[in-house]
């Protein structure tokens, strides 16, 4: 589950990002509503989708077991309502990481004027992905410097693109 919960966490501060990047010529509150419209949308977005990715993994898997069992369903078994739970737990961490995540690049428009939040937020996404990045390659033991740069390069480039995109559309 650690893994759904980091992969809608950053999904969602990254694409936050975006949003609150792209409207950073509008006021704080507007860029307030569009960031919280995206992150809440985007989680809902990411229940819907990792449940249901979830379960096509989770049934295709039963559906090998009953194969080799020759035949017999496990509909209603004891495997079945696990595989639901799972199913549920999978989708709801996705969803809320996602929504948690959208919240940091919104923060800083709550107490600061938009020039200055703007590149507050940005900074919050960097360092966030940077710590996780040092959390991920730990456990997958690489380099956690490399994993934890590669991860913040990322982030800096999706501000550096919506930025430009942003400054193009509105001069």
Known sequence: MI?????GFVDGSLST???VIGASAASSWI???AGVGGAL???VSNVLGALSAERIDQYRELREVERAMVSQELKGSALDGKIRKETVAAGMVDGLATMAGGAIPILPYLALDPDHA???SIALVIVEVFVLGLYLGKLSRENIVFSAVKMAVFAMAIAVIVYVVQSVIVP
């Open 118 to 120: 703007v590149f507050v």
């Open 17 to 19: 990002l975006g949003i």
């Open 3 to 7: 893994g759904k919960f980091v992969r």
């Open 31 to 33: 860029i307030v509503a």
């Open 41 to 43: 949308a985007n989680g």
